[in-house]
C-alpha cells in the first residue's frame, strides 16, 4: 500500500489558482483505505472546490489511479473529462504520473507520497520499505533497517537505544530490538553474525 496523506486545502487551491474546470480523479485502493482519496474525499474536495468558487466539471473513481489504461477508460467512466481544462489526481505520486501519461492536460496532486507501508490487526503501518530495489528484509527478519531504522543502521543498534526505544524517536520502537526478537522467535539468531555493506543509494 503507497501512504500518502493529504494536503492541505489551502495548498491544493493555489496549485489550481489559475485553473478552472477541474475534473477530479481518485483513487479506490491506497488512497481509498487511507481517506486521501476515497469516494466521500473526492466529493468534499469538489464540494470545497465549488465553494471556493472553482468550477469542477466531474469526477470519476478508477480502481486505482496507477493503473488507469486509457484516457479513453476515463471518458468511460464520465464523459465530463472531456470538458476539463485540468486535472486533479487524489492518489499517490504514481497515479499522478499515469494519468499525465494517458490525458493531454495539465495535471495536479492533491496528496503527499509519504512511503510504502500496509495494515494488519486494524493498524496502518507506515514506512514498512524505501523500495531501494536491492531488497534482503528475510535476513532482517521481516523487518527493513534501511526504512525502520532512522539511522539506516544495517549491522546492529546504535548506541542510543534505551530500553528498545529508538534513540531519534522514543515512542517508537528500536527497530534492532525487533529485529533481535524475532530472529530468536524463529531460531535464526545465526543471521544477526552477518556483515552487510552499505546501502547503495545509486541506480542500477
Known amino acids: 500500500m503507497i501512504i500518502t496523506s493529504s494536503k492541505p486545502f489551502e495548498e491544493v ?11 477530479i480523479i481518485g483513487c479506490n485502493v491506497c488512497a481509498a483505505k487511507l481517506k486521501t482519496g476515497g469516494e466521500p474525499e473526492v466529493l468534499d474536495m469538489e464540494a470545497r472546490l465549488k465553494a471556493a468558487g472553482k468550477h469542477v466539471v466531474g469526477w470519476a473513481l478508477p480502481t ?17 473529462i472531456k470538458d476539463a481544462h485540468c486535472v486533479l489526481v487524489m492518489g499517490c505520486g504514481s497515479g499522478v504520473s499515469i494519468v499525465a501519461k494517458v490525458v493531454d492536460l495539465p495535471i495536479y496532486g492533491s496528496n503527499d507520497t509519504v512511503s510504502l507501508g500496509g495494515s494488519s490487526e486494524g493498524k496502518l503501518l507506515t ?36 530500553d528498545g526505544k529508538c534513540e531519534v524517536d522514543r515512542e517508537k520502537d528500536c527497530v534492532w530490538a525487533l529485529i ?12 544477526l553474525y552477518e556483515v552487510h555493506a552499505p546501502r547503495e543509494y545509486g541506480f542500477k
Open 13 to 23: 487551491l493555489a496549485l489550481l489558482e489559475h485553473e478552472d474546470d477541474i475534473f
Open 64 to 80: 486505482a489511479a496507477c493503473s488507469v489504461r486509457s484516457y479513453g477508460s476515463l471518458v468511460e467512466k464520465n464523459p465530463a
Open 180 to 191: 533481535y526478537e524475532r530472529l530468536k522467535k524463529i531460531k535464526r539468531l545465526d543471521l
Open 127 to 162: 514506512q514498512l520499505c524505501v523500495m531501494c530495489g536491492d531488497c534482503n528484509i528475510g535476513e532482517f527478519g521481516g523487518f527493513c533497517p534501511k526504512s525502520l531504522c532512522p539511522k539506516g543502521l544495517l549491522n546492529g543498534p546504535c548506541g542510543g537505544a534505551t
